[in-house]
């Protein structure tokens, strides 16, 4: 493997981590808590229309 292909990795890397980091500023922060404890309501809600 050649410098120049492990260079270009990283590089791509970084650059989505810059990208994230620039719509982070802006995004709607939801703690992850929350989304799973959504998940699990959702699915009970499921769970319990196909009991009806």
């Known amino acids: 493997m050649s410098s120049g292909?492990?260079?270009g990795g990283l590089m791509s890397s970084a650059g989505l981590?810059?990208?994230f980091?620039?719509?982070d500023r802006n995004a709607i922060r939801i703690d992850p808590k929350t989304v799973v404890?959504?998940?699990v309501a959702f699915g009970i809600l499921i769970l319990v229309l196909?009991?009806?």
């Open 50 to 52: 196909n009991v009806l």
């Open 37 to 39: 404890a959504f998940g």
């Open 5 to 7: 292909q492990n260079s």
């Open 17 to 19: 981590v810059r990208y």
């Open 21 to 23: 980091d620039a719509e």
